[in-house]
């Protein structure tokens, strides 16, 4: 698989933007194919399963669907790219990919605890007043 990262390269330009809509999913493609390889680099089978990386993969996706400017999809998937090579070629540190795509913006580690739970009343009162 890495191989065929080191291969692969997004051309400068896109056409038109069916085509640049065209490379997006390729690049998604590419990311799904290589989760596996990324759960068995950084040892994530007992923090996260591939469908759950799959869906954060996906998150990032769609986070860009309101682009429509064919060069600024190819300077995203250039930068897609980039992430992704790095991940697969073991650049960066395992708490490095849980904090971005395990735990994420939507925070799939959830604190279900209350917060305030252990505070004095002084506390309790110091918080309400200064933070309210």
């Not at 390269?9 to 999913?25: D, H, I, K, W």
């Amino acid at each position: 698989m890495a191989h065929m990262l080191r291969n692969l390269r997004v051309p400068q330009n896109s056409a038109s933007l069916e085509e640049a809509r065209t490379r997006t999913f390729e690049f998604f493609r590419m990311c799904c194919r290589s989760i596996p390889q990324v759960m068995e680099i950084y040892n994530l089978h007992d923090v996260v399963s591939p469908s759950q990386l799959r869906s954060a993969a996906a998150a990032h996706v769609r986070k860009n669907a309101g682009v429509t400017n064919p060069r600024v999809i190819d300077m995203l998937l250039f930068k897609g790219m980039e992430e992704l090579k790095n991940i697969v070629d073991h650049s960066k540190q395992r708490h490095h990919i849980i904090g971005q795509y395990v735990v994420g913006n939507q925070g799939l580690v959830q604190d279900l605890a209350p917060n305030d739970q252990g505070l004095s009343g002084f506390l309790k009162s110091f918080y309400s007043s200064n933070y309210s």
